[in-house]
């Protein structure tokens, strides 16, 4: 089993549009999003000029990635702020509008501390609001250098774990430049890798129900003329007893404490199985994504989304008669049940190593996540509890 399943394709290395931006019109500011449910068939930008259609862009996964899911936070605050809206409400719906990415309220959190510091300094309202705009714009450009480290970081250690390059890599779920301010988490390891000719191929789990890695990796991977293979979740498993698998690159959307990793569901079965076949296991989250308060795994709260995710098959941009409309696909009986976390929990004892931009935790331990804290913008806090940092 080997290249005949995928063909490189050449393109640009990035969307043509970013995954979000912050524009000023005439009209006002407003927040821009490339939409992601209509990836890949077309490139379509969503403009939020207020909290709500934010919120709602993020529960639907038109915006979506734990470090991007953080600066959309800290924008909308900026964008509610410059607008007159209430800051405090705010806050509030878009730090709840997904449980689990710990970086949205982290985003969130920075944007409103930048915010209250001016006006506790005296500052007028509209000065409150360009600190809170540049605060975000400050968490934006910090995760782009995140992102770059990462890369350098997470390439070494695969020459480290799998000297002579010719990589095989398992992906799963979306972890480029769609979900950050630079060229992503995971996938970012895997351009870097094959920038330098050392990717031989990036298998692309599918990633149900959504499709986020048939739609958005193979989107990425195909722009960037990678060599990549799109297969179903469940196929994984034949692909390592094949000896096809070199390693398994993940993001995540929060790491507690103990070093449990919540990622997209079906994470937690490729990190069995790469401990069974003795492949490497390794996750790739800026320091934005650890998250000390949570003591351990089991704590952590994992997102439950709309049964009809699994049951129906959606086609939400069809045009019927000259108007778009929605088309759901229902593939189960009338009535069945599902069972559908977006989330699931990985423990530490199952993970070869953590690349962050402040350094590569291996192996994972309390301990040693505790010292890439201490040392990267967990250091001091503004929300004063010291679990983010500037």
């Known amino acids: 089993m080997a290249d005949p399943y995928g063909v490189p394709q050449a393109g640009a290395?990035?969307?043509?549009?970013p995954a979000l931006r912050w524009e000023e019109p005439p009209e006002g500011p407003v927040v821009v999003l490339l939409d992601q449910t209509r990836l890949p068939a077309e490139e379509t930008e969503l403009v939020c000029t207020d909290v709500p259609a934010l919120v709602q862009a993020i529960r639907t996964l038109a915006v979506r990635g734990a470090p991007l899911l953080g600066i959309a936070g800290a924008y909308g605050v900026a964008l509610a702020a410059v607008r007159g809206f209430d800051v405090a409400e705010a806050a509030a719906a878009l730090s709840y509008a997904r449980p689990t990415a710990v970086n949205l309220a982290y985003g969130v959190r920075r944007a409103v501390a930048a915010y209250d510091e001016a006006l506790a300094a005296g500052g007028t309202v509209e000065k409150a609001a360009a600190a809170a705009l540049a605060e975000a714009r400050a968490v934006h450009a910090e995760d782009a250098r995140a992102s770059a480290r990462m890369a350098e970081l997470g390439?070494?250690?695969?020459?480290?774990?799998?000297?002579?390059?010719?990589?095989?890599?398992?992906?799963?779920c979306n972890t480029g430049a769609l979900v950050s301010g630079g060229e992503g988490t995971a996938f970012a390891v895997a351009l870097a890798a094959h920038r330098a000719g050392e990717l031989r191929r990036l298998w692309v789990d599918e990633t149900r129900p959504l499709l986020q890695g048939a739609r958005l990796t193979a989107y990425e991977a195909a722009r960037a003329g990678m060599a990549y293979t799109v297969l179903p979740?469940?196929?994984?498993?034949?692909?390592?007893?094949?000896?096809?698998?070199?390693a398994v690159l993940i993001g995540a959307d929060r790491i507690a404490a103990d070093g449990a990793v919540a990622n997209k569901v079906g994470s937690y079965p490729l990190a069995v199985l790469a401990r069974y076949h003795h492949v490497p296991f390794v996750v790739v989250a800026p320091t934005t994504t650890l998250d000390p308060e949570t003591e351990e795994g089991a704590l952590i709260e994992v997102e439950q989304r709309a049964g009809h995710e699994v049951t129906e098959i959606s086609l939400p941009h069809v045009y019927v008669g000259g108007a778009e409309t929605g088309v759901a696909l229902p593939v189960t009986p009338p009535g069945a049940q599902a069972y559908n976390p977006a989330f699931d929990v990985t423990p530490a004892e199952l993970v070869t190593a953590i690349v962050t931009e402040a350094g590569v935790v291996s192996p994972v331990t309390r301990d040693a996540l505790a010292e890439v804290c201490s040392t990267s913008r967990f250091g001091k806090s503004r929300s004063g509890n010291g679990m983010m940092a500037e």
């Open 155 to 172: 390439l070494e250690l695969l020459g480290e774990l799998l000297p002579g390059g010719g990589h095989r890599i398992l992906t799963h």
């Open 233 to 246: 979740d469940g196929a994984a498993g034949s692909l390592f007893a094949a000896g096809e698998v070199d």
């Open 13 to 17: 290395e990035a969307p043509a549009m």
